[in-house]
């Protein structure tokens, strides 16, 4: 009973739903009324969401290309030039890098992700972005780019006009900039030429891997696959789980796999806190718990202001007219609260009693770091 009270006259209010947002700060944290606690925090997802098939893989690709038609608004060294010379070679014309004074062309390297079981004809879009000191890629156009992969061989080719999510004007005054003008996109520019094989279910094996390594997870996976095929998967490690494709699916993996994507398994996480000082940005899941602790936190503010006087001497004297600064020095501290939390406090409370004092979204971040290093928070602190 004694409990109880204390919960209420610390934390009044405590509602089913709770939405938290301050500057910088934003969280939801649900307690319906009648559920378990364990299944709204962790609701039963697909396995298609959690886990991969290894051996099936995008694989990244990269060429150095060059981008013409612009407005004056491409590089200005030499890469550039010993480019369009290469270029014309190719096409049977010999020029001199000295006679090319064009600044409408521009080196970029293009990159994309050559998606699993891509097959050749296929597009895929590709990024470009300038290597060197071009100031626009507006209106450019991407002219034929091989792309390998890291073994040195050629998957795609690119090719197409740019798609460049903002733009440049301005002139010797001034000059107005919307979005990033060196980087733009190809949307389908890249033609597949080469297929990588991709080899899941070798020998009857097929091994999922998790998004989130977590070994509650792949047991739990595991069980979810032995209720519906038998004895057929195992967990290897907190990442990998082993499946033996049932006899039925012997000559058809792909079916076996479009049916064990649709199974549904409850997650399990870590108890976590993500703070991000640089932007005030808090996220605390919802198995986070805190012990029995006393928190007091105070605001500090120093203030310094500055101001020109001028010192003019008195009539007739050898004095000279002199400009002094004149500077206040103020200091502010604020009361701190003393908090009472009680062990096995909620993310809820927690935030309702951090919201009560007034507490910002820095606070809050050192509170909890406060909080860490005496031992009270039950959960993993991530700083990023």
Not at 224 to 229: D, E, F, M, S, V
Not at 369 to 376: E, T, V, Y
């Given at each position: 009973m004694?409990?109880?009270?204390?919960?209420?006259?610390?934390?009044?209010?405590?509602?089913?739903?709770?939405?938290?947002g301050v500057v910088g700060l934003f969280l939801l944290t649900l307690f319906?009324?009648?559920?378990?606690?364990?299944?709204?925090?962790?609701?039963?997802?697909?396995?298609?969401?959690?886990?991969?098939?290894?051996?099936?893989?995008?694989?990244?690709?990269?060429g150095m290309g060059l981008v013409v038609g612009l407005q004056g608004t491409g590089d200005k060294g030499d890469l550039a030039l010993r480019m369009m010379q290469n270029m014309a070679r190719q096409f049977g014309v010999a020029v001199d890098t000295k006679a090319i004074k064009s600044k409408n062309a521009a080196v970029v390297t293009v990159t994309c992700e050559l998606p699993a079981f891509a097959r050749p004809g296929q597009t895929v879009d590709v990024g470009v972005s300038a290597m060197g000191d071009a100031k626009?890629?507006?209106?450019?156009?991407?002219?034929?780019?091989?792309?390998?992969?890291?073994?040195?061989?050629?998957?795609?080719?690119?090719?197409?006009?740019?798609?460049?999510?903002?733009?440049?004007?301005?002139?010797?005054?001034?000059?107005?900039?919307?979005?990033?003008?060196?980087?733009?996109?190809?949307?389908?520019?890249?033609?597949?030429?080469?297929?990588?094989?991709?080899a899941f279910a070798e020998g009857g094996r097929i091994t999922l891997l998790l998004r989130n390594p977590d070994f509650t997870t792949a047991?739990?996976?595991?069980?979810?696959?032995?209720?519906?095929?038998?004895?057929?998967?195992?967990?290897?490690d907190a990442t990998r789980v082993a499946v033996v494709v049932p006899p039925a699916f012997g000559t058809n993996p792909t079916q076996f796999l479009a049916e064990v994507e649709g199974l549904r398994v409850r997650p399990d996480t870590v108890a976590r806190v993500v703070v991000n000082e640089r932007s005030g940005t808090v996220v605390m899941g919802g198995d986070v718990r805190i012990g029995s602790v006393a928190v007091a936190h105070g605001n500090l503010t120093v203030r310094v202001q500055e101001r020109q006087d001028v010192s003019q001497p008195q009539p007739f004297s050898r004095g000279e007219t002199t400009v002094t600064t004149q500077t206040d020095v103020s200091v502010q501290e604020q009361p701190g609260q003393l908090l009472t939390l009680p062990a096995a406090t909620s993310v809820n409370d927690l935030v309702k009693s951090m919201n009560g004092v007034g507490a910002s979204p820095r606070d809050i971040i050192a509170i909890?770091?406060?909080?860490?290093?005496?031992?009270?928070?039950?959960?993993?602190?991530?700083?990023?």
């Open positions: 004694y409990r109880t009270e204390m919960k209420r006259r610390i934390f009044p209010g405590a509602g089913i739903l709770s939405v938290v319906p009324v009648g559920a378990s606690f364990a299944e709204e925090l962790h609701p039963d997802v697909r396995v298609k969401d959690l886990v991969n098939v290894e051996g099936v893989r995008p694989n990244q690709l990269i626009s890629l507006q209106g450019g156009v991407l002219l034929q780019t091989p792309l390998q992969a890291a073994d040195g061989k050629v998957y795609a080719v690119a090719q197409g006009p740019l798609l460049v999510g903002g733009f440049a004007a301005g002139g010797q005054g001034a000059q107005v900039t919307k979005n990033i003008t060196t980087t733009g996109r190809v949307a389908g520019g890249a033609i597949v030429e080469r297929d990588v094989p991709m047991q739990r996976v595991a069980e979810a696959l032995n209720r519906q095929y038998g004895n057929i998967a195992a967990p290897v909890l770091q406060a909080i860490q290093q005496a031992g009270a928070l039950h959960g993993e602190l991530v700083v990023m």
